[in-house]
């Protein structure tokens, strides 16, 4: 099994993307800590994965608060011993589109917390529990760092950042053997996206950035983690990796 004997931490593992990444490891052989703000649903993931013969325990984390991220990273390691690959994936697109103008700057700083410095802190606090054995830091980042849209500057803004981070940090990370990279998903099926789903107009215009014309699902960005985490991809490093049909990839 690719992860026998790997410790995993994913944070927004109760959500769409984290769950099914949190998944994929239990399944190759990872112990895994589903960590998130949400309790119910990340303890509902944990189950989930032991239903199936896998190994998990949830940890609450905000990932806005660095104490917590550490004592998420601090926890993990006093019960499985290690931690090999960090997910950091929680991420909010944000309380509605609202123009540069109009939008509240405490809207602005709310999402570069949680977005940007939960990703800061996350690289941080697994790096110095990796330094001595090497291991896999991955960052979940967003087509949306190389192309805008209207209404929607914190999300690009935070995203790109997470692109420039995932590099900064895989370069001074490489002496203690520990990537760094990111994923870029285009649309994905997941509760992030589901506010758009009941007007059809706008779900058709989602659909057709992609260039079969389909959402992506949290399960085919799973599958992407699972490969970035492993060894088979042990020489890729400080890059993105796009998981979107190719939506970043043509003129609409
Ligand atoms: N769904 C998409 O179309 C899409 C596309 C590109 C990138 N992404 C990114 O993927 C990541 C996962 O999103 P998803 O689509 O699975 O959405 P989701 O809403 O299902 O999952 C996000 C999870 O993050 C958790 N979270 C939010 N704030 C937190 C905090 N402060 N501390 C800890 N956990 C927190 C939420 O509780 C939730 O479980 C996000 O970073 C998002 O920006 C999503």
Redesign the pocket.
Same mark, same amino acid.
């Not at 927004?12 to 984290?18: K, P, S």
């Not at 994936?89 to 697109?93: C, L, T």
């Not at 979940?140 to 949306?144: D, F, Q, R, V």
């Not at 998903?185 to 994905?188: A, D, H, N």
């Given at each position: 099994m690719r992860f026998q004997d790997k410790v995993a931490i994913v944070?927004?593992?109760?959500?769409?993307?984290?769950r099914a990444s949190a998944k994929r490891f239990a399944e190759g052989g990872a112990k895994v800590v589903v960590? *998130?703000?949400?309790r119910d649903?990340g303890q509902a993931a944990v189950q989930e994965i032991q239903a199936a013969g896998g190994s998990a325990m949830f940890v609450p984390? *905000?990932?806005?608060d660095y104490d917590s991220v550490s004592s998420l990273v601090r926890e993990t390691v006093d019960t499985y011993g290690q931690l090999d690959i960090m997910f950091n994936?929680?991420?909010?697109?944000g309380d509605g589109q609202k123009d540069l103008l109009s939008m509240p700057i405490e809207e602005y700083q709310r999402i570069v917390r949680?977005?940007q410095d939960?990703v800061f802190y996350g690289i941080r606090a697994a790096a110095l529990a990796m330094k001595e054995r090497g291991g896999v830091i991955i960052n979940?980042?967003?087509?949306?760092a190389f192309i805008a849209d209207r209404r929607q500057l914190p999300y690009h803004a935070t995203?790109a950042a997470v692109v420039g981070m995932t590099k900064a940090a895989a370069l001074d990370l490489a002496k203690y053997n520990i990537r760094v990279v990111a994923i870029a998903?285009?649309?994905?099926d997941?509760?992030?996206?589901d506010r758009w789903r009941s007007d059809e107009r706008v779900w058709n215009s989602i659909r057709k950035a992609q260039m079969r014309l389909q959402?992506g699902t949290?399960e085919q960005v799973a599958q992407v983690v699972a490969f970035l985490a492993s060894d088979e991809a042990s020489f890729v490093n400080g890059h993105e990796f796009y998981v979107d049909d190719g939506a970043a990839a043509f003129k609409r």
């Open positions: 944070t927004g593992g109760a959500g769409g993307i984290g960590a *998130d703000l949400r649903a984390v *905000d990932v806005t994936n929680a991420g909010v697109f949680i977005n939960g979940t980042a967003s087509i949306y995203k998903p285009s649309m994905i997941t509760p992030l996206i959402v949290a």
